[in-house]
């Protein structure tokens, strides 16, 4: 059972917009920035968004976060065939003295 | 190129301990808000954390493993060393190391990941 709350799945076509959910509580996202991982299959995790909204170097703007009290979501537009990935949303918990994870999304371009 | 890469052992006995390092570079685990972290992800399942070590000397250990964890570095050869005791299959899992780092705002923000290593428990 992850601290971190996100839906097992999500879909879309190509070109189409989609948002994932991250749900905490006022001990993790409430206090602290949010931050994204996708997960290509079989690889290890890229920083994909930091501090609720930013992008390292190198991710495209397709890519876009957003928090508000205890939440946070991610965007995706204009999608395509390889976003097909697990996403994890992230945040350090003040009660736990560390970070905590999401169950991640499983996203599926149909 | 900042990299970093885990070795270790791809099967364990239960009840033995586990140690497992990660190698890196392009960075150096002495430099002002630097940390690496070690978490780990069962087949199919989701991202843990396990454990977290700063430059300087910080440590931080998951509440519900802190019991089994110990995490060290020696900076000098830009390893760091996780063990695990008391292995359980419940234990295996892909076990990757990432670096931390401040700058991010948050001390969840892992910027670069090993390839990860694959830990079997059986007997």
């Known amino acids: 059972q992850s601290v971190l709350t996100q839906p097992p799945s999500a879909s879309g076509t190509p070109g189409q917009r989609v948002t994932i959910s991250c749900s905490g509580s006022?001990?993790?996202?409430?206090?602290?920035?949010v931050n994204w991982y996708q997960q290509l299959p079989g690889t290890a995790p890229k920083f994909l968004i930091y501090?609720?909204?930013q992008r390292p170097s190198g991710v495209p703007d397709r890519f876009s976060g957003s928090r508000s009290g205890t939440s946070a979501s991610l965007a995706i537009s204009g999608l395509q065939s390889e976003d097909e990935a697990d996403y994890y949303c992230?945040?350090?918990?003040?009660?736990?003295?560390?970070?905590?994870f999401g169950g991640g999304t499983k996203l599926t371009v149909l | 190129q900042i990299t970093l890469k885990e070795s270790g052992p791809t099967l364990v006995k239960p009840t033995q301990t586990l140690t497992l390092t990660c190698t890196f570079s392009?960075?150096?685990?002495?430099?002002?808000?630097?940390?690496v972290g070690w978490i780990r992800q069962p087949p199919g399942e989701a991202l843990e954390w396990l454990a977290l070590?700063?430059?300087?000397?910080?440590?931080r250990y998951s509440p519900s493993l802190k019991n089994r964890l110990t995490i060290t570095k020696d900076a000098s050869k830009n390893q760091v060393v996780l063990t695990m005791t008391n292995m359980a299959p419940v234990d295996a899992a892909t076990y990757y190391c990432?670096?931390?780092?401040?700058?991010?705002?948050?001390?969840?923000?892992?910027?670069?990941w090993g390839q990860g290593t694959p830990v079997t428990v059986s007997s």
């Open positions: 501090r609720n909204n």
């Open positions: 992230a945040a350090w918990d003040d009660s736990l003295n560390g970070p905590v």
């Open positions: 070590i700063y430059w300087d000397d910080d440590k």
């Open positions: 990432a670096r931390q780092l401040n700058y991010y705002g948050s001390g969840s923000s892992f910027d670069y």
């Open positions: 006022s001990s993790n996202i409430e206090r602290n920035n």
């Open positions: 392009g960075f150096s685990l002495s430099t002002f808000g630097v940390g």
